[in-house]
Structure formats: C-alpha cells, structure tokens
C-alpha cells in the first residue's frame, strides 16, 4: 500500500453523472389587465387568420389566430360599431374555453361566468387595456375567448414544431485515430476534508475505464502508480469529435502538496499533475 494513504488520504472516486434535457416549467395564467410581458415569445412568429364565430369577433384584435404552445397571446377589444358596448366588470375580463369530445365549450381559463356585480361600457372607438395569457402547457386545440363585453374570437394552439439541431462537423484531422492522450485539468488549490472533482479530456474510447491515485509529493515511493494498491478508476464519458470527458469526485482529509496521476488500463497513456491541500 502506498505510504501516501497513511497520512489520511481519503479519495472516493466516481463517474460525475451527466444529465441532458430539461422541461421547463408550465406558464402561469395571467388574466389581469396590463400584464406584465411573459418570459415567452410574445408575438407569434406568423399572420393567419381563422373563420370566426360573427362579425363582432373582429372587435377583438389579435396579431394572429395561430399560435405555438408556450407562446403569450395578447389582445385588446375595440368598439369598430357605432353603439356601445355593454361590459359585465369594471374593469372587464374575459375568459378562455375550448371544445371538449361532446362538442361542448369547456373553460380552459378563467371564471365560468362573468362578474356582473359591476358594469362598464365601452364606447364606440374605445379600446380596452391589453389582456395577455401564456399557452404553456396547452394542448394543441382550437380556442375561443369570450370578453365580458359580450365579443367573441377563436384561436389554434399547435404543437410547437420540433428543432432538429444542426449536425456537429468536426474539423478535418479528426483525432479519433491519433495515438492515445489523456489530461488532467488544473485541479486548482483545494481545502482539507472538502469534496471537490477532479475532471480532464481523453481520446480513450467512451466506456472504458481509466486508474488514477493520489499521492503526497512528500512520499517515498519512488514511483507510487507501479502498485495497484490505492487505485481507483473511472469511467470514459462520451464527448465530440474524439475528445471525451472523465471526472472524479471526491476529498483529502490531509493538508499538503499531492499528486493526481491517471493512465488508461493498459498504462500506454498517463498524466500527472500537482495541487495543494490546505486546513480549512
């Protein structure tokens, strides 16, 4: 055993667990009048329009009837008649339904029934504030907003379309086929009995494993990676362009100067590197 874990080394070596892909979070529902701009996009990145329910659907002004799920929806409801607009709330809000298997009109969001505990009016050629709701979440269906000043319009929520990322080209010289290399990021100054991760890039194939120890500068071996006494190994992870990734995660619970070395199973390729330990 090397001399080096009878000062108290400690080291527990492990593959870093790689995550990819995250869902985000579902929007809240805004329905108050002058909302705040959502964390989305706010306009649709399109102009269609959709056949609507009557004539009035045209008071309510969107930029377009056909959204992407996750996208804002904003609109405000303009008085183009020549009477006035009974409103039920003051001011007025509006709610969101959809159309369920029975062909019925089922609310999505908002309330049920609008409040008509107050009244408002709204006179020709006035406009209400903006109302905007985030679609997050939604599920691809036809909708319609009905206004408490008694308009209707109907949008499309559809899937948002599915971004191919564009293919990695690497550049020419691809070192997948050049002579086996691993390295050792600077590993940096670190504190006593404080975990910390110990991480490089290799052309060894992904899967494989690689052995490393950690030794004090002050020990006597004179080369302490010839015993496979203190090893510990870790794993390849898959990168790009031949240049893969290892890491270990782990602590020291000695002060001082110590080496990191690292070689692949066969030891065809090693590397070395120094770092320094100090008390908390």
Request: charged share 15%; proline share 6%.
């Amino acid at each position: 055993m090397n001399r080096s874990w009878h000062i108290g080394i400690f080291f527990l070596a492990m593959a870093l667990a790689i995550t990819a892909g995250c869902t985000a979070p579902a929007g809240t529902i805004n329905t108050s009048e002058n909302a705040p701009a959502a964390p989305a996009t706010i306009a649709a990145s399109y102009v269609a329009t959709l056949n609507q329910p009557n004539t009035q659907s045209g008071y309510l002004k969107m930029d377009t009837d056909i959204y992407n799920a996750g996208e804002v929806v904003g609109f405000t409801v303009t008085n183009d008649g020549t009477g006035t607009l009974a409103c039920a709330g003051n001011p007025p809000s509006f709610s969101v339904k959809f159309q369920a298997g029975n062909g019925l009109w089922v609310t999505r969001m908002g309330t049920e029934k609008p409040n008509a505990s107050e009244t408002s009016s709204l006179a020709p050629g006035a406009s209400t504030q903006e109302h905007r709701f985030v679609t997050t979440g939604w599920d691809p269906a036809r909708y319609r907003i009905v206004h408490d000043c008694g308009v209707e319009r109907e949008f499309l929520v559809r899937a948002s379309p599915v971004v191919t990322p564009a293919p990695v080209t690497c550049p020419a010289g691809n070192i997948t086929n050049a002579s086996l290399w691993v390295t050792i990021d600077p590993p940096g100054d670190q504190y006593v009995a404080r975990s910390f991760t110990l991480q490089g890039t290799t052309n060894v194939p992904a899967g494989q494993a690689l052995n490393f120890t950690i030794f004090s500068v002050l020990s006597d071996d004179e080369d302490p990676a010839l015993s496979n006494e203190g090893l510990f190994s870790t794993v390849v992870e898959e990168g790009s362009c031949g240049t893969n990734t290892w890491s270990a995660t782990g602590e020291i619970q000695a002060t001082g100067d110590f080496f990191i070395w690292i070689a692949d199973a066969g030891r065809n390729v090693t590397a070395i590197k120094r770092f320094t330990v100090y008390p908390e």
